[in-house]
């Protein structure tokens, strides 16, 4: 995927040079040859000006996709887990607006990275959810989908930002409250209580410790 990648951003990079070539080169012509009409020039800048924006939108995806890769494989590393499932975490936790660090914490926490783990509070799966959180979402779920590595990290994941909206986008309340239970965060906080947990403190201090 890397080396695709890069054999890609090169092949951009001298496209984009070659361009400007072209260019220099269709205007030293065009200042020595007095039959090229100003419509023709006019014409030509539009296309080479196209033509450039479509690179540079081509390079910009590239630069994304070589940055994805980067992080894809770095997490794959420092947990020691499979490409394709450091993939499948990083992919959910930022289509859900979650910090990649974070997510991939919480699954370390809850999982271990197992995707068939089950709890004795009926939680299952990488995010360790429970049916009937799970079926907030989406009603026709069963145990064995939870599961599925895709299908328990977009819910989970999603379960997690929705916590992160109902608490300010205070991040270690919203992780409380995943562990806990929102109902028992909310209560204690009615209650004045001062909500200090080895839960989230445990994902964040690793989090930050290794950003």
């Not at 080479?48 to 994304?64: E, V, Y």
């Not at 930022?94 to 809850?110: D, K, N, S, T």
């Not at 895709?150 to 916590?163: A, H, M, V, W």
């Amino acid at each position: 995927m890397i080396k695709r990648l890069v054999a890609q951003t090169t092949v951009l990079g001298v496209g984009a040079l070659a361009l400007l070539g072209l260019g220099a080169a269709s205007n030293a012509i065009a200042g020595r040859d007095t039959l090229v009409t100003p419509l023709v020039a006019e014409d030509t800048a539009s296309d080479s000006a196209s033509t450039m924006m479509t690179l540079q939108g081509q390079l910009k995806a590239t630069r994304k996709e070589l940055e994805r890769a980067h992080q894809v494989l770095e997490f794959s590393g420092r947990y020691g887990i499979p490409a394709d499932l450091s993939a499948a975490i990083y992919d959910n936790a930022v289509a859900e607006g979650i910090q990649p660090g974070v997510g991939f914490e919480l699954v370390r926490l809850e999982s271990e990275f197992k995707t068939t783990a089950q709890s004795g509070q009926a939680a299952v799966g990488l995010t360790q959810l429970q049916l009937r959180t799970a079926r907030a979402y989406d009603p026709k779920l069963d145990h064995s989908d939870l599961m599925n590595r895709d299908t328990n990290l977009r819910i989970g994941f999603r379960y997690l930002k929705d916590l992160m909206k109902r608490f300010d986008n205070d991040v270690p309340l919203a992780l409380e409250a995943y562990n806990k239970g929102p109902t028992l965060v909310a209560a204690q906080q009615e209650m004045g209580e001062e909500i200090v947990g080895k839960y989230s403190n445990a994902v964040l201090a690793r989090v930050k410790k290794k950003s």
